[in-house]
């Protein structure tokens, strides 16, 4: 079973930026693609940003130029690079990581924009 423990939301003001944490409690290896999907009240849960083994990513439109991806497999960590925040980016925002059979979700981090 993999765990999966998100950090470093909060309070930012609109553009400004926030970098959150995803880190796995065990390798990445039986995981492909990690993921960030967010979720705000009301609304449906929607992917974020998405990055596999290999460094391909994929971006949701509305954050496009904005948000960056990345990964450090040795340290089993996904990074979400936020700038440029506006306030429909305030959400939670929840780690997944897909694996072979399962899939993996973090409890979730509150990001918070102010205008």
């Known amino acids: 079973q993999v765990q999966l423990v998100e950090s470093g939301g909060g309070l930012a003001q609109a553009g400004g930026s926030l970098r959150l944490s995803c880190a796995a409690s065990r390798s990445f290896s039986r995981i492909n693609t990690m993921g960030w999907y967010r979720q705000a009240p009301g609304k449906q849960r929607d992917m974020v940003a998405t990055?596999?083994?290999?460094?391909?990513?994929d971006y949701a439109d509305s954050v496009k130029g904005r948000f960056i991806i990345s990964r450090d497999n040795v340290g089993n960590t996904v990074y979400l690079q936020m700038n440029s925040l506006k306030p429909e980016d305030t959400a939670v925002y929840y780690c997944k990581g897909v694996g072979p059979v399962n899939d993996y979700w973090g409890q979730g981090t509150q990001v918070t924009v102010s205008s």
């Open positions: 990055i596999t083994s290999g460094g391909i990513t």
